[in-house]
């Protein structure tokens, strides 16, 4: 795939919306000029150029997402990025048995023996997403005596970069760190945006900070080697941006799913770019989820409830999300803020992506009551959820419904 | 002893320095005017005053603390700070059972009975410094449904002030918190500044981050139920502000040191807003630790190698400190950097206050040298010290010095 062949399907981005990313926010102008210029072929360069490069615009903690194929071997836009003398990879033992473990360390060290790269390890899955997995992180970067000064790199899904920009955020109080997603999942929504941490028995995601790294390295080849289910999960957060800011793009998702599901690989940059363009915009205006961050938490109340009821590792994020996705429409079907046609939208394009769209049968409404009342985003005890509200691409987020309807979506949903 | 009872040190202050905090420092200056401003009598207020407040200059994130005697009590000062609908009292076994905890929460809960108040007890002492007993922290927070809203309050020394704040830096990723030190310690040193964290098996402090506190409230009445030994370890710290940085405030601890050692209110109300100005000085100027901050550290690198070398909790933080203290001095004198007659009185003033001068028999020099190079000051595999270096009051941070003459010092100060 050329450097150019993705060009169009952002084109249509501008089409398609009426409103361009840009004018939604004026932040990422100045990304879709530096886009824009990138692709202009460089005569001189030997370096594989990314496809498509976003940028998360964060002040002086702003850094780029570099989308393309053939990224990761080529080494040259990851060592830009890593410019310290040792550096840590974290991964877990699926990815390393897949070889990139071995061609990050290759591609980091980039020849130079004056570079010393260590790496670690970790046991695959939600279930590991702990204290005492993380500790190993600190346990190995202690051993190999890395100090202040050297990058932590994530490599591979949600969960490893989750807990290695955790990692990167408390180990000698913040060392910098860079995330090479291998996932769907992580590529469009986890490895963008600085929400770092692990999670606790009583719930998701309990434990972290807000920590940004120094660039995020897509390179879409990693995902010749994802199982269709993890794939599928991923594609359920995609589909997510369309609902919540996105109709166009929920569109597009529509008319294409059956060419993503297939990997087609235009299709994939063009997904995980706009994905990424709709993550950077929210964060890019609500770093620490002061309000719009939430929205993109669209599914999750319901799908975190499901996950930590069912033990994490059960159901994949992205599972529990469109399950949760679903509950969401259905509710706000109930609240008579959407029509009946946005709700099986919803349903018919989940489907499609062979992800839930039924709660499992383990769980029990009081289940989904505790632990939907332990959620992040509740305030002052009460709890809050974003809901879709109006035409296709629209949502709220807000404590400000009439509980009945909470009640009413969870005897549909919940057999027990 | 009445608000205006510390006002005539604090001028002694400018005085015997030549140097004004404040000149040394513009930030500090609209702090002094402040401080000022508080001893003038205000006839309406039932409040307990703070004798003195020392403000920590750090922009948006800017804080006072409050110094004085029978401020926790009063409780209006602390509800000031608080301003949650929920609390989360973190304190261990030893302050619980003398009542602080209950006073504390009383305090917190003003009578008013939509105030919520939870507690954690946490084991007392160093080697409870760790990942496992900071979950119990976030276990509690957790079962009793606090939400991001919520404030953690430290009660205690500095393992609990730096386990509580890290606990607050990374629940929910982030929620508001006090500190209320109940240690000459914690008052003078670890409650200031925002460095919170736990300890791992391969080192001390080496999982936290930069989190500052909503204010800090010292009541120095705390103290009277300080044991000896803690009460002189924390002394120790109070003795490195006059070598790094405050020789007049050295020179009034040779002059004072056994009236403070006897609990003189006067005395350790000077002690601790003395040490404050200085450490919140040296905050002001670098929160992160990019330079000046690490100077804080004097006898730290050596202290630290006791500290984990022994095993956390056989000596004192203060006691570990008060050594390494003793080997920078006699390191910076083989250097030629001080006269002999400051390494003398170094000793000497620690000797006094019952802290040790030597390093514990069981520590190899191979134990120091392992120990010390995972410090968290070493850059690029170099290590780097604190060091005395000119007149009293005068130290450098570096990692250019002659390695034969901390060779010397070990096999000079370790008997195996």
């Known amino acids: 795939m050329s450097a150019r062949g993705v060009r169009a399907p952002v084109a249509v981005v501008a089409r398609d919306t009426g409103k361009t990313c840009a004018q939604r926010c004026p932040g990422v102008r100045s990304m879709i000029a530096r886009r824009r210029a990138l692709v202009t072929p460089r005569a001189s360069s030997t370096a594989k150029e990314a496809a498509a490069t976003v940028r998360v615009d964060l002040g002086d903690r702003s850094y780029p997402i570099l989308i393309g194929s053939g990224l990761l071997d080529d ?26 473990l071995e061609r990050t360390v290759k591609a980091l060290e980039g020849g130079d023996e004056k570079i010393r790269v260590e790496t670690v390890v970790l046991p695959d899955g939600e279930e590991h997403k702990n204290l005492d997995v993380l500790n190993m992180v ?10 202040r000064g050297t990058t932590f790199v994530a490599l591979g899904g949600g969960v490893i970069g989750d807990m290695t920009g955790y990692a990167a955020a408390s180990y000698q109080r913040g060392v910098k760190f860079v995330q090479i997603p291998t996932t769907v999942m992580a590529m469009v929504d986890s490895s963008v945006g600085g929400k770092t941490g692990v999670n606790h028995a009583l719930g998701k995601n309990m434990i972290g900070a807000f920590y940004q790294p120094e660039c995020v390295l897509i390179d879409i080849d990693a995902l010749q080697t ?35 599901l297939a990997r087609d ?17 929210v964060v890019a205006a609500d770093e620490k989820e002061g309000g719009v961050r939430a929205t993109l938490n669209l599914g999750h109340t319901f799908g975190h409830a499901i996950e930590t009821g069912l033990g994490y590792g059960e159901w994949l994020h992205g599972e529990a999300v469109s399950a949760g996705m679903c509950m969401a429409a259905d509710m706000s079907l109930r609240l008579g803020w959407i029509d009946s046609s946005l709700k099986d939208r919803t349903i018919n394009l989940l489907k499609k992506c062979n992800t839930p769209i039924e709660v499992p049968e383990e769980m029990t409404i009081q289940t989904f009551m505790d632990l939907m009342a332990v959620d992040k985003k509740a305030a002052n005890g009460k709890l809050r959820l974003i809901l879709l509200k109006g035409p296709l691409g629209e949502c709220v987020f807000t404590g400000d419904f009439d509980q009945t309807k909470l009640r009413e979506t969870l005897d549909a949903y919940v057999k027990k």
Chains 1, 2 share one sequence.
């Open 75 to 100: 080494g040259v836009a990851l060592r830009e990025h890593v410019t310290s003398s040792t550096a840590l990879v974290v991964t877990n033992e699926t990815i390393a048995k897949l070889g990139y």
């Open 226 to 260: 994802l199982p269709d289910r993890e794939f599928a999960s991923g594609i359920a957060e995609v589909v997510k941006y369309g609902l919540i800011r996105d109709g166009p793009f929920f569109e597009w998702l529509e008319a294409n799913v059956d060419k993503l």
């Open 138 to 147: 600190y346990t190995r970067a202690l051993e190999t005596r890395l100090d």
């Open 265 to 281: 690989a235009d299709a994939i940059v063009y997904a995980v770019e706009r994905s990424c363009i709709n993550k950077a915009e």
